[in-house]
């Protein structure tokens, strides 16, 4: 399904809308800006008086009216995670299916390590395992790649998984350096 980019008035995103989502905000006045080519129009009921079928053409980005948050911190999860790390385990180099992978623990928890974006990789089960509760160095398994926090832009490029040509030029302007997965 659809999915449109949402912004805030001063246009960082704020998260993805569905479909009946951005309709409804269009329907209420409340799209201050769209970004982007005008997609399919959506056709509703026709009114009685006139005949006139109604219509809303979408933008596949649009700002809403609301207050502007100052901080978003990216939520981690293992769906993102993996993407973030291009769903290669960052110690063998393999790319795998996301069942095949786990999330672990640069530092593990049991030696102080925490669960955030800066300590986390994405792991082949065979690799976690022979990590076990080590850091990289002690199991002789450096790091392919240093985990990184990613900012809004590439936060909400990760959580999608279907993004359009628009949607993608928005976010990725924004990027803090190439990234593989981006391209």
Known sequence: MQAILKLDVSGQPRGWL????????????????????????????????????????????????????????????NRTLFR????????????????????????????????????????????????DCQTPEEASMPLLAVPFKPNTYEWHYLAKERVLADQMAYLSQQFKAKRDWAS
Request: aromatic letters at 8%; glycine letters at 10%; hydrophobic letters at 35%.
């Open 84 to 131: 973030r790390d291009d769903h290669r385990c960052l110690y063998c180099g393999s790319q795998f299916r996301r069942s095949d992978l786990t999330r672990d623990h640069v530092i593990p928890i049991s030696r102080g390590g925490t669960n955030k974006w800066e300590n986390v990789v994405a792991a082949c089960k065979r690799c976690n395992w022979l990590k």
């Open 18 to 77: 569905t479909l009946n989502e951005a309709i409804t905000a269009y329907a209420r006045g409340g799209v201050l800006y769209g970004i982007g080519e005008s997609l399919a129009p959506v056709f509703g009921g026709i009114q009685r008086l006139t005949g006139i079928r109604s219509e809303i053409v979408l933008q596949p980005i649009i700002a809403l009216e609301g207050r502007v948050l100052n901080h978003f911190t990216p939520p981690l999860c």
